[in-house]
T-cell receptor
Framework: SAVISQKPSRDICQRGTSLTIQCQVD?????MFWYRQQPGQSLTLIAT?????????ESGFVIDKFPISRPNLTFSTLTVSNMSPEDSSIYLC???????????????FGPGTRLTVL | GQNIDQPTEMTATEGAIVQINCTYQ??????LFWYQQHAGEAPTFLSY????GLEEKGRFSSFLSRSKGYSYLLLKELQMKDSASYLC??????????FGKGTRLHILP
């Protein structure tokens, strides 16, 4: 499967500031996804990052709060803007691949970025 | 609405067998996934079921009953390294993957 890296791995930020998280994949992929995993909660899809077009946001997430860039087929960024303590979470990027012998796409995840907002 | 239910926590003994259940209600069904997530790490893919029945992969097996909206993950010959959260996830008719909250599995020596 694709090798996915994220930077930073963790950060502690002040309320009202913004943080940009980078996601790098070692192969070209059509779609990249950004998830949030709050403590004790399930993974929640924030948006799908499409190369060459605007990201597609899920209900409850907006571009002003979580702007996304996808400049090429191997890279994406997610910015968490005007942060509040409620944004403290793990943010994960993922890509879809179809494992050999399996007829459907499967999500593979990066290592995540652990964000704490004070 | 869309809902995936699995137990919050389970405890089992090293060398034993444990079954983690998952029930789901989603808008359409395009397959069910199980992921393993160690504390502080990203989820890693374990298994995929789209047809009814049992899929075996080494010490791990996953079962699906679409008519019952039910799946389980069976872990045999438990090892200490199996202590992790196990996430059940369903791909719905829009190919969106909905995740459950995960089951934290504690393995006792």
């Amino acid at each position: 499967s694709a090798v996915i890296s994220q930077k930073p791995s963790r950060d502690i930020c002040q309320r009202g500031t913004s943080l940009t998280i980078q996601c790098q994949v070692d192969s070209q992929v059509t779609m990249m996804f950004w998830y949030r995993q709050q403590p004790g909660q399930s993974l929640t899809l924030i948006a799908t990052a499409n190369q060459g077009s605007e990201a597609t946001y899920e209900s409850g997430f907006v571009i002003d709060k979580f702007p996304i860039s996808r400049p090429n087929l191997t890279f994406s960024t997610l910015t968490v803007s005007n942060m509040s303590p409620e944004d403290s979470s793990i943010y994960l990027c993922s890509v879809e691949e179809t494992p050999e012998g399996q007829g459907t796409d499967t999500q593979y995840f990066g290592p995540g970025t652990r964000l704490t907002v004070l | 609405g869309q809902n995936i239910d699995q137990p919050t926590e389970m405890t089992a003994t090293e060398g034993a067998i444990v079954q983690i259940n998952c029930t789901y209600q989603t808008s359409g069904f395009n397959g069910l996934f199980w992921y393993q997530q160690h504390a502080g790490e990203a989820p890693t893919f374990l298994s995929y079921n789209v047809l009814d029945g049992l899929e075996e992969k080494g010490r791990f097996s996953s079962f699906l009953s679409r008519s019952k909206g039910y799946s389980y993950l069976l872990l045999k010959e438990l090892q200490m390294k199996d202590s992790a959260s196990y996430l059940c996830a369903v791909s719905n008719r829009d190919d969106k993957i909905i995740f459950g909250k995960g089951t934290r599995l504690h393995i006792l020596p």
